[in-house]
């Protein structure tokens, strides 16, 4: 398996693991909101959450590992939101977490994926940021005792 897919992998897994921390964040929050009193949540809502959280790390793939113009980083970053949205609030009405005419849950729920796509987008972006550091330290280290 090469690095290149190696990469991809534990960025995937990674991705996985902070969207469904903040999934259930929100699930929490969501559930405070519209359901206050004795909320009893069926566990079908844990696989709901697993299979959500999953489809969502799936857009990643939007991304190439490769240098691209900050246009089309932008792009890809908005093409990545608008994913994220379809993926959520459909599965939103579909596993029935929403009431098609409430308004106010599906700004809720819209305020939810916005906050949890800002937080993951922030962590992987840093964590980029960390290895372009150490190669073009490593470099810059090589370089020195090349000389």
């Not at 790390?57 to 379809?86: D, Q, T």
């Not at 579909?94 to 009431?99: P, T």
Request: glycine residues 6%; aromatic residues 14%; positive net charge.
């Amino acid at each position: 398996m090469t690095d290149n897919i190696k990469k991809r992998i534990v960025e995937l897994l990674l991705t996985f693991c902070m969207v469904t921390t903040g999934s259930v964040f929100v699930c929490a929050v969501y559930n405070n909101i519209f359901w206050p009193h004795d909320v009893y949540l069926n566990a079908d809502v844990l696989w709901q959450l697993l299979a959500l959280a999953f489809l969502c790390s799936l857009g990643n793939f939007i991304h190439p590992y490769r240098e691209v113009s900050r246009r089309r980083e932008l792009l890809n970053k908005g093409l990545h939101y608008l994913y994220i949205n379809a993926v959520v609030l459909s599965c939103g009405y579909g596993f029935q977490w929403m009431d098609r005419g409430n308004v106010l849950m599906l700004a809720v729920m819209i305020f939810g994926i916005l906050f949890v796509f800002v937080v993951v987008s922030f962590v992987i972006w840093r964590l980029h940021a960390r290895e372009s550091e150490n190669l073009n330290r490593k470099l810059r280290e090589y370089q020195q005792t090349g000389e």
